[in-house]
């Protein structure tokens, strides 16, 4: 009876840690309260890029290549202290697991920025930042197939807004 | 007390006919000290692990967690806008928290180069 718990046990912890991903950690924090969460699916991201050239601030910025290329948004918002640490050791386990190189690192002022792309050199195939304050943890997971250039060019225009 | 020739001379029902009129006597205890045996035997028969009754079961289960896994379709959480448009704008907000983050490191890159060139102006400033 005890190695039948230890076999269940061990394999609910390979059960869990193989679902480990943006839309698992996204289910699983949702629905808490003080968190705000956006997903935005692929049939969404193949609807919104037959929007003709979308206007970003005063310029005419070409999104949709980088639209079509989505196939998932995962956003999540927390301000409730009770899941704030739970919700960022998922998402370290989850870049931990994944192939994700660090982007970027920024702390200040009591806020860590950390910033993850997992990719070659021309495509990136997952985005993911994980930013942590005091009180609050924003997570945002972005999947795809986007070209690193047009990814970067974006970024580098919401940048200069 | 018979010699080993005569012995040999008897015939078998004779000698069944001696055995059966000379018991051989029992050791004292040898019923309870076989009966002891026997309990412990059993005791050991049950406290030993039978991996057979488990394993099968074990092995089911797994297989059909892992066909389960695979096979069921995976649920996806619901889409949170139904009008593309608004879905757009949420992305273009997303982007633009990524970018803000982004400048927060930017910023802090330029002032540590600020502070990185002040020695090398000072010098600068000096020699002329």
């Known amino acids: 009876m005890k190695r039948i718990i230890i076999l269940f046990a061990a394999l609910l912890l390979t059960f869990s840690a193989f679902a480990q991903n943006g839309k698992s950690i996204y289910q699983k924090y949702s629905d808490a309260e003080n968190v705000s969460a956006v997903y935005v699916s692929p049939a969404m991201f193949r609807m919104i890029g037959r929007i003709p050239d979308l206007e970003v601030g005063e310029e005419n910025v070409n999104f949709s290549s980088i639209i079509r290329s989505l196939t998932g948004l995962y956003i999540l918002n927390s301000e409730n202290a009770s899941i704030n640490s739970a919700l960022r050791a998922d998402a370290e386990r989850f870049i931990n697991a994944g192939k994700y190189e660090l982007l970027m690192e920024a702390k200040n002022d009591g806020e860590v920025v950390r910033m993850f792309t997992m990719g070659n050199d021309k495509t990136i195939e997952g985005f993911v930042m994980l930013s942590a304050e005091p009180d609050e943890v924003t997570f945002i997971c972005l999947d795809g197939q986007m070209s690193r250039k047009a990814f970067d060019e974006l970024l580098a225009t919401q940048m200069n807004k | ?128």
Do not use: C, H
């Open chain 2, 1 to 128: 007390m018979k010699t080993l020739e005569e012995i040999e001379n008897l015939s078998l029902e004779e000698l069944e006919q001696k055995a059966a009129e000379t018991a051989a006597p029992v050791p004292d205890g040898l019923e309870r000290r076989l009966r002891e045996a026997l309990a412990a035997r059993e005791l050991a028969e049950a406290a030993r692990p039978r991996p057979a009754r488990w394993i099968p079961y074990a092995s089911l289960a797994v297989a059909a967690a892992a066909a389960a896994l695979v096979a069921l379709p995976q649920r996806g959480p619901k889409d949170t806008f139904d009008d593309p448009l608004l879905a757009y704008a949420e992305v273009e907000k997303a982007f633009q928290t990524i970018s803000d983050k982004m400048s927060v490191g930017m910023d802090i890159v330029r002032e540590a180069e600020q502070t990185a060139d002040m020695p090398y102006n000072t010098l600068n400033k000096i020699q002329k």
